[in-house]
């Protein structure tokens, strides 16, 4: 075989080879991009539910306060649960727009980039849920209370003062393990913090979306 029919050859099974592994690629890119957009629907569809709740809250709450107007504690833990229902919503559509802005056409590096976006804004959202989390159970006791016609705060204003004690002590507990996580030897903790604050259906994405980018770089 003369030297010139070799090259041409090895050039023609280089060709073959490069073939196959752009097909291989591909191949494992869009079985991986598909399990992504799988393990996120759940979050979409949790968002989805999220919107209806909160839209709920506030007429619900838009009633309640609506009819206490002369009625000025009682006018606020309504309207504390009508913002609170105004924030369900706005932060679930956050959410949707940021997993909308996803586009698995684009370069691995984009997708990561955005998910990244929305890791961050999970992580805000935690904390955010976290605070208003350990106080707006207090405006709903109260209400439910007041829809049965007693008035706690009227009646027995101390109880309310425990239930802001009890508020402020939960904030001071979350606060405490969220420092506590970051000290040397918790890792597994601060996994534990960090996973539930994400959530699986934006972790799995982005460590499958780590995969393809280590397959590309091969």
Known sequence: MELDEMKRVWQSLNQRMEQQHALSL?????????????????????????????????LLSA????????????????????AYGLLLVLTAARNLYLQSRLDFAAPVVEIQKRLATLWVWRLREAVLYGVTGCFIWIPLVLVLFALV???????????????????VACLGVMYGLIRWSQLPGHARLRAVLLDSSIGRSVRDPQSMLDEIARFEQA
């Open 26 to 58: 591909r191949l494992f890119r869009d079985g991986r991009l598909e399990k992504v957009n799988r393990r996120l629907r759940p979050l979409r569809w949790g968002q989805r539910f999220q919107i209806v709740c909160g839209g709920l809250l506030m």
């Open 63 to 82: 009633a309640f306060w609506s009819d206490h107007t002369d009625n000025f504690h009682l006018m606020v833990d309504g309207l504390m649960l009508h």
């Open 149 to 167: 016609g007693a008035d706690v705060w009227v009646y027995v204003p101390s109880i309310v003062v425990s239930f802001l004690a009890s508020g």
